[in-house]
Structure formats: C-alpha cells, structure tokens
C-alpha cells in the first residue's frame, strides 16, 4: 500500500495534503477547482458569497462578484469533487448568516468559513464589542450549521489569544488566521482615496506564524494559518509552529494553480531530508509551548534582536 507522507486533517476531514486554497477568485470556475484537485490541494475554500449578493441576489448592484444562485449552483458542482469544499460566507448579519448558512449546506458544501470581514473604523465600539459580535457569530452558526466551520479572522484584534480560546469553547472546528488587511491608500497624484488589492509577501506570514506557535496544543479545533505563504518554506514554518494546515491564495494568483505541486514537492523533499515520515509528527514541533519559559524567552529575544541591530549610523 502506498501511503501519502502528506496526508493531514483538515476540519475532520483526512486531506491529500496540508495546502489549501484560500478564498479568491481562482476558485470562480469548476475548471479550476478541478486544477487544484488534480495539482494536489487538500482542500479548496471557494471564494466568498457577500451578505449584499445574497440580500438582492446580485441586482440591481452589479459590483458583486456572482450573484447568490450563480454561487449555489458552483457549489453543487463543486461539491461532487473528491476533495472537501468550502462555502465561504462574507457578512457579519446574523439572519442573512443562517440563509445562507442553510443555502450552501443545500447545494452541498461539505464545510462552511465565515468571514466577518470588517475594519474597526467606528471610533465609538469597543474591542470588546467587536469581539462579542464575533462570539455572538460563531455561536450561532454553531448552532445551525451542520457541516464543519471555521472563521476567518481579522489580525488587528487587540488579544487573537484569548478570543481564539473563547471562540473554540463554542465547538467551532478551526480559526484561520489571519485575513489580510485591505486599507485604503492614498494617491498623491489622482488626491483620491484608493483600494487595491495587493499580493503577500512570505514577510506578511509572520503574525499567523507567531499566533499559530502560542495556540498550539491549547485549542480543540484546527489553527489554519493564513498569510504570506510564498514557497514550500513558509508552510513548513507554518506547521511546526503548530498551525493544522495552510491556505494559500497570492502564490497561485502569481504562479498559476499548478504551483501546489511545487508547494508539495518542497514540502516532500524537506520531509525526506529531515527524516520525517507524516505531517502529524511536524506539526508544534517548533511551538512555543515546547519553549521552557516563554514569556521570559520572547522578552529576552526581543531585547536581544534590538540589541544585535546594525547600521553604519548608529556609531
Ligand atoms: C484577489 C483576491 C480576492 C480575495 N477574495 C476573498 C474572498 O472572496 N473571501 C475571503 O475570505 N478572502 C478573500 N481573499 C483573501 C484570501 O483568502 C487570503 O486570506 C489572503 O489573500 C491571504 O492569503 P495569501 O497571503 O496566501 O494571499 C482574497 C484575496 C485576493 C488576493
């Protein structure tokens, strides 16, 4: 019998590999959802469903990618791959949450990931309220959706510790973290506020990497890293801190889809090298937890890396 040395799971799923494909417009045609099963994902996140196409069904505002029947019809085909997919629901409404919760679960997405995208720009919320709202979610959804579910949170929560812990005792099955942040840039020429989307860098994989490493054996549910993943080395770092698995979005959109078959053979290779026969065995291995005093490690560390700084200006 020849066994897979990437096989992982994935929100109670078993998995061809730890790689997952993030929510993003690549996952818009079945043809390519069918490229990523065949390039070798675990999983594929279909991009999202926004609680604005659901209300008016993508009329009269066209802005939205699909409309809401367009979506439920991609996820029925979908659904008949042979790898997990996974509605991604974009909203924050608790009543437009639960239809559309019952409507991807109809057209059979086998998990859901809900995305509450939103910026604290409301100078009068709290922290706290912005993580109530979050609770408030996760428990609800918890309560109507039957199939697995993870939430995909923001990175500008003021503790990602303590939320994530309070996020897990609803009995949700995974956190992914994190969103990328999408702020609007200011264009000195056209004296206008702009949004464009920008690809990560594998720089960008450090906060996901950071909080993976301090969860790592203290949730019941799966720490799906989110972020920066550029080549083979970022996933490694990712699962030995203690992240469950990975998604991946910006290296497809600039390498094209067949990319997750370098992404595992780098994987592979680094295995082989290191002796390690399956993903379980890798993952925490290099988490925080395994730290002997980490609180009194991270401060030394951080004066540490002040200290070492060079430049030629600081004579
Ligand atoms: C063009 C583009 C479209 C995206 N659309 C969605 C989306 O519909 N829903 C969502 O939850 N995330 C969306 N994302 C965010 C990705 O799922 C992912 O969280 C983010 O890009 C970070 O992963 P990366 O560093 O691998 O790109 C999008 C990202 C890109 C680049």
């Known amino acids: 019998m020849i066994v897979n040395p990437l096989s992982s799971q994935y929100l109670g799923f078993s998995i061809a590999s730890p790689i997952v494909v993030a929510a993003c417009p690549l996952s818009a045609k079945i043809e390519n959802i069918e490229a990523m099963q065949e390039a070798g994902a675990g999983a594929v996140v279909l991009f999202s469903l926004f609680e604005e196409s659901h209300i008016n069904n993508g009329e009269p505002d066209s802005q939205y990618r699909v409309d809401r029947d367009s979506y439920l019809r991609l996820v029925e085909q979908a659904s008949d791959l042979n790898i997990p997919i996974i509605a991604s629901l974009n909203g924050t409404n608790l009543d437009h949450l639960s239809q559309m919760t019952m409507a991807v679960m109809e057209a059979g997405a086998h998990a859901v990931e809900y995305n509450p995208y939103h910026l604290p720009i409301n100078l009068m ?7 109530d709202e979050l609770v408030e979610i996760a428990t609800e959804m918890r309560a109507i959706c039957q199939r697995p579910m993870a939430m995909k949170l923001m990175p500008t929560l003021s503790s990602p510790g303590y939320l994530a812990m309070v996020l897990d005792s609803t009995g949700i099955d995974g956190l992914v973290m994190f969103n990328r942040l999408y702020l609007p840039q200011v264009d000195t020429d056209g004296m206008e506020l702009s949004r ?3 690809l990560s860098h594998k720089e960008d994989s450090a906060w996901g990497i950071h909080w993976a490493s301090l969860l790592h054996g203290k949730m019941n549910g799966s720490i799906i890293g989110n972020s920066g993943v550029e080549h083979a ?6 699962l030995l801190s203690g992240a469950n698995a990975v998604q991946v979005a910006s290296c497809l ?13 780098g994987l592979k290779d680094w295995m082989e090298h290191h002796e390690c026969e399956d993903i379980p065995s890798l993952i925490g291995l290099l988490s925080e937890q395994r730290q002997a005093d ?22």
């Open 294 to 315: 980490s609180t009194a490690h991270d401060r030394v560390q951080y004066m540490k890396s002040l200290h070492n700084f060079h430049s030629p200006y600081f004579k």
């Open 125 to 131: 919320r709290s922290g706290r309220d912005i993580e």
């Open 253 to 265: 959109i600039r390498n094209g889809i067949d990319y997750i078959t370098t992404l595992n053979r």
């Open 233 to 238: 080395e970022q996933v490694l770092q990712y």
């Open 196 to 198: 464009h989307v920008h």
